[in-house]
């Protein structure tokens, strides 16, 4: 769909697309996605778009919300996130404000529903992040209604979402990945010392400390950092308190590196790569370190011609091997010997200014409010049913 096909005015002016921007959800990342769709609204060109904000509490609950985006900020230790109103107000950080001020009226569904007006807007601005959002769950219910949405379908999303698949889709298509192991729900539950005595081989073979996460979690939510057998039952029970499949990875020496791709009218192209510093007060890149304790990346990274070139290309590459469209962050470490290895892909990245996804993008020419248009523009543009 195109803006110059949308229904005419009595006046015959073309009317404005209508943007729903759906936030919030039920998976540990429900913070981030707050933050996001607050940066989101906030870019909108009001002059080129009615915009619609839709949030999602953590019980699953859709509401239409007021359009205030300066409310969904982190502000300190303060994490906002969509909660409900009720008799006594709205809790610390709830950004589910009414859409009449004046009367306190919030418009909720039954959890699991959908409200009737997101079935009356021209484009979807999902900027869920995790399971029941980002993991294709969402783009399965889009489909299904026919709304043109951003980002990537059920099965990218779905790829992008899962570690493991992931993995095994790039190797697939020949790219270098990290060692890893994946322990499934029932393998924990039914046999513990077998599944353990299995990281500790993976230990001997590949040494200490290994990195124990949730297997479809992002923003380095449930992750732990292990040193020795001492912690791994407990790293185990963390990362399973997010995701019952859990994926232990070994330790990789090097810089890591990330690019960003977007997809223009004649393909997708990726950005100018930036390196995340090792940050000083973490012991690895966690939660407080991306969002709290930030450190600000290098845009563009230090590399080489010939090394810029290459990770470029692999992004690209990554974006086609898992069949995305129109966004992605993608993660390397540049190895000591010179090598890149692709850690992840994210369909939905953290897409604040600040965030590293835009700053890349800032840096090769296209400011944050030109990515929002062109993120919406490409999916009004894209065909509808199988593609």
């Known amino acids: 769909m195109s803006t110059e096909n949308l229904p005419q005015s009595p006046d015959q002016q073309p009317r404005k697309p209508r943007v729903a921007v759906v936030f919030g959800g039920r998976s540990s990342e429900h913070v981030i996605s707050v933050v996001t769709a607050g940066a989101v609204l906030g870019a909108l060109d009001r002059e080129k778009y009615d915009v619609l904000p839709i949030g999602i509490t953590q019980e699953g609950r859709w509401a239409l919300t007021a359009d205030e985006p300066e409310r969904m900020a982190i502000d300190g230790r303060r994490l906002p996130k969509v909660e409900e109103l009720t008799e006594a107000g709205f809790g610390e950080g709830g950004v589910v404000l009414p859409v009449d001020p004046a009367s306190r009226e919030v418009v909720y569904s039954e959890p699991g529903s959908v409200p009737k007006a997101l079935g009356e807007v021209d484009v979807v601005f999902p900027v869920l992040h995790g399971p029941y959002g980002e993991d294709g769950t969402l783009q399965g219910l889009l489909e299904l209604s026919g709304v043109p949405y951003v980002g990537s379908g059920v099965l990218a999303s779905a790829v992008g979402q899962d570690k493991e698949y992931m993995k095994r889709v790039f190797t697939s298509f020949g790219l270098k990945v990290g060692p890893y192991l994946v322990i499934r729900p029932r393998e924990w539950e039914r046999d513990r010392a077998a599944a353990r005595e299995g990281i500790v081989r993976f230990a001997d073979e590949h040494g200490w400390p290994l990195f124990v996460k949730p297997a479809r979690a992002g923003s380095s939510i449930g992750i732990t950092k292990v040193d020795a057998l001492a912690g791994l039952d407990e790293a185990i029970e963390e990362a399973r308190r997010h995701d019952p499949k859990v994926i232990v990875e070994a330790a990789l020496r090097g810089r890591e590196i990330e690019c960003g791709v977007l997809e223009f009218e004649d393909g997708p192209r990726a950005s100018v790569p930036a390196e995340i510093p090792p940050p000083d007060a973490h012991a690895y890149y966690d939660f407080d370190a991306k969002y709290i304790d930030s450190t600000p990346g290098l845009v563009p990274a230090p590399l080489t011609e010939e090394e810029t070139a290459e990770v470029r290309r692999l992004a690209v590459d990554a974006f086609e091997a ?66």
């Not at 962050?329 to 604040?352: K, Q, W, Y």
């Not at 030109?370 to 009004?380: H, P, S, T």
């Open 322 to 387: 898992a069949s995305c469209e129109g966004l992605v962050r993608a993660d390397f470490f540049l190895t000591e010997d010179g090598e890149f290895v692709i850690n992840e892909i994210n369909t939905m990245p953290g897409f604040t200014p600040i965030s590293m996804y835009p700053q890349m993008w800032q840096a090769s020419g296209v400011p944050y409010p030109e990515l929002v248009d062109r993120l919406i523009q490409a999916a009004l543009r894209r065909s509808r049913g199988l593609r």
